[in-house]
C-alpha cells in the first residue's frame, strides 16, 4: 500500500460510490458489520454501521492503521469506551435532526389528540367522541436544546406555542439547566433531547417528575437512561403527567414492563432517527468528513479520543 492511499470502511454501497470519485487515494470497502471487506483491510476510517452492536464494533476496532471511527448515531456513549488510544470518535450531529424533531411532533400530537384512543375504538368499530387537548396555546420546554431542539423548534413555529429553552449551559434566549426546576411548572409538554452522559443519567428523576405541571405529558426522543423508569412509572400511574416515548430504559422493553399497559403512555421503538431522511444526510456527512481527512482539516463532530 503506498502511505497516500487512505482505507475506508462504509456501511452502504451508496457512499462507496460517493467515496470512490472523490480522491484517487482513497481504496473502500464496503462494510456491514457482518463480514469484513476482503478487498480492503485495514482500514484508517471505519464508518460504524447504524445498528451494529458494540461487541461487533469493538472487533472491528483492531486495525493498527484506524485513525477515526465515524458513527451514524448521534449518541455515542457506548462506543466511547471502546476508542482505541489515538483514534478520533465522530458522532452524527446533524443527521438526525430532522427525523427525531418530526417525531417528537408526532408524539405530541398523538398524545394530546388521543390518536391511541382512536386507533383502539378503530379496531373495535365504535365511534367514540371526545375532546381532546390541542397543542395550540401550549407551552413546550425543550430539555438540551442544540441541534435537534432547534430542528424542533422550527417545526413547532406554526403550532402556537411558547417555547422554553433548557441547556447545560445558558446563553442567549436559552436557560441553563440549573433552571429548570423554575420552568418545568410552567410547561405542558416537556421534550428531552439531551445526550446522555454521568450528569444526565436520571436527570428525570422523582423531583423533575414532581415539579412538572399536573397531567403534563413528557416526551423522551434522546436517551433511556436519562429518565428514571421507576420514578417515571410511578408518576404516570398516579395519574400526575403522561408519556410519549419513543427510548426507554431498558431497551428494549420487556413485554411484560408495566410502562406497556399504563394508560396515558405512548411508546414507539426507538425509529426517531430511522427514517427515508437518514440516508441522505449520512452520504452528505461521510463525503465531507472524508474530504477534510484527505485535506488534513480539522473533522466535524469530534466527541472522544485524540490524534497525540
Request: proline share 8%.
Amino acid at each position: 500500500m503506498s502511505e497516500a492511499e487512505v482505507h475506508v470502511w462504509v456501511p452502504y454501497p451508496e457512499m462507496a460510490a460517493d467515496l470512490r470519485g472523490l480522491s484517487a487515494r482513497l481504496r473502500v470497502g464496503l462494510f456491514t458489520g457482518t463480514e469484513s471487506p476482503a478487498d480492503v483491510p485495514e482500514p484508517h476510517i471505519l464508518v460504524a454501521p447504524y445498528t451494529l452492536g458494540t461487541k461487533k464494533l469493538a472487533a472491528a476496532l483492531r486495525s493498527p492503521r484506524l485513525r477515526v471511527i465515524q458513527l451514524l448515531t448521534a449518541g455515542y456513549e457506548q462506543v466511547a469506551p471502546l476508542v482505541p488510544d489515538g483514534v478520533l470518535l465522530c458522532n452524527a450531529r446533524g443527521v438526525h435532526d430532522a427525523s427525531t424533531a418530526e417525531l417528537a411532533v408526532a408524539l405530541m400530537l398523538a398524545a394530546l389528540r388521543g390518536i391511541p384512543d382512536f386507533v383502539r375504538a378503530q379496531q373495535t368499530g365504535e365511534w367514540r367522541h371526545a375532546t381532546y387537548p390541542s397543542l395550540a396555546d401550549r407551552t413546550v420546554l425543550i430539555l438540551g436544546y442544540g441541534s435537534i431542539g432547534e430542528a424542533l423548534e422550527r417545526r413547532l413555529a406554526g403550532f402556537e406555542v411558547r417555547i422554553l429553552r433548557v441547556a447545560r449551559r445558558p446563553r442567549p434566549g436559552v436557560h441553563g439547566i440549573e433552571e429548570v426546576w423554575g420552568l418545568l411548572g410552567e410547561a405542558d409538554v416537556v421534550v428531552v433531547l439531551t445526550p446522555l452522559t454521568a450528569e444526565t443519567r436520571h436527570l428525570v428523576d422523582e423531583k423533575f417528575l414532581a415539579r412538572m405541571r399536573p397531567g403534563a405529558l413528557l416526551v423522551n426522543v434522546a436517551r433511556g437512561a436519562v429518565v428514571d423508569t421507576e420514578a417515571l412509572v410511578h408518576a404516570v400511574a398516579a395519574g400526575r403527567i403522561r408519556a410519549a416515548l419513543d427510548v426507554t430504559d431498558p431497551e428494549p422493553l420487556p413485554p411484560d414492563h408495566p410502562l406497556w399497559r399504563l394508560p396515558g403512555v405512548l411508546i414507539s421503538p426507538h425509529v426517531g432517527g430511522d427514517t427515508t431522511a437518514f440516508l441522505p444526510r449520512a452520504r452528505q456527512l461521510i463525503v465531507d468528513q472524508i474530504s477534510r481527512y484527505l485535506n488534513g482539516e480539522p473533522l466535524r463532530n469530534v466527541v472522544a479520543g485524540d490524534t497525540d
